[in-house]
T-cell receptor
Framework: SQQGEEDPQALSIQEGENATMNCSYK?????LQWYRQNSGRGLVHLIL?????REKHSGRLRVTLDTSKKSSSLLITASRAADTASYFC???????????FGQGTRLTINP | ETGVTQTPRHLVMGMTNKKSLKCEQH?????MYWYKQSAKKPLELMFV???????ENNSVPSRFSPECPNSSHLFLHLHTLQPEDSALYLC???????????FGPGTRLTVL
């Protein structure tokens, strides 16, 4: 299985601090994506990083990808209460038409 | 608003009922997906439609029957469900080959 596995499963920090979540996967990929989900709602795409990229930024988000270690990290800087959500990584295998999602990290930002 | 709508948002049904979930995308995408999200489990891909043809059926029981009449609409027909089928059912769409998927808000299904 190329299922992504997020670490930690749950993270609670104070507003203003940085939050780091990690994702590991098992097989070669075309790209890796991060999604966010507010409780009981649909997923929202945050960022996509291709297998030939090492780092990508989008606003307060920074994603890194290490294909040699088959791992990725998502950093949210200067966290806000509104960042409270579950965050998922998703990978697509080379040649496949589907994404495989991890179990997610539940992030809580305390005001 | 992601451009993907799902109806109904909530559904309660008995095990003998027949109901359908509807998904519509307004993004001009050519691929659509059904996912099941249960508590404490990863998001499970159920079906993939690409150019209106089913290209993936992830060993889903026959009590779930998908239908894709055109590239903008996707249905999930439900019959003789079990209580363990209670979950959040999410629809998504994408432009084939691009990668990013756009999700609807989901249908919260409860089977009594």
């Amino acid at each position: 299985s190329q299922q992504g596995e997020e670490d930690p499963q749950a993270l609670s920090i104070q507003e203003g601090e940085n939050a780091t979540m990690n994702c590991s996967y098992k097989t070669s990929i075309n790209n890796l994506q991060w999604y966010r989900q507010n409780s009981g709602r649909g997923l929202v795409h945050l960022i996509l990083i291709r297998s030939n990229e090492r780092e990508k930024h989008s606003g307060r988000l920074r994603v890194t990808l290490d294909t040699s270690k088959k791992s990725s990290s998502l950093l949210i800087t200067a966290s806000r209460a509104a960042d409270t959500a579950s965050y998922f990584c998703a990978t697509d295998a080379e040649g496949a038409q589907k994404l495989v999602f991890g179990q997610g990290t539940r992030l809580t930002i305390n005001p | 608003e992601t451009g993907v709508t799902q109806t109904p948002r909530h559904l309660v049904m008995g095990m003998t009922n027949k109901k359908s979930l509807k998904c519509e995308q307004h993004l001009g995408h050519n691929a659509m997906y059904w996912y099941k999200q249960s508590a404490k489990k990863p998001l499970e891909l159920m079906f993939v439609y690409s150019l209106e043809e089913r290209v993936e059926n992830n060993s889903v029981p026959s009590r779930f029957s998908p239908e894709c009449p055109n590239s903008s609409h996707l249905f999930l027909h439900l019959h003789t469900l079990q209580p363990e089928d209670s979950a959040l059912y999410l629809c998504a769409s994408s432009q084939e080959g691009v990668g990013e998927q756009f999700f609807g808000p989901g249908t919260r299904l409860t089977v009594l």
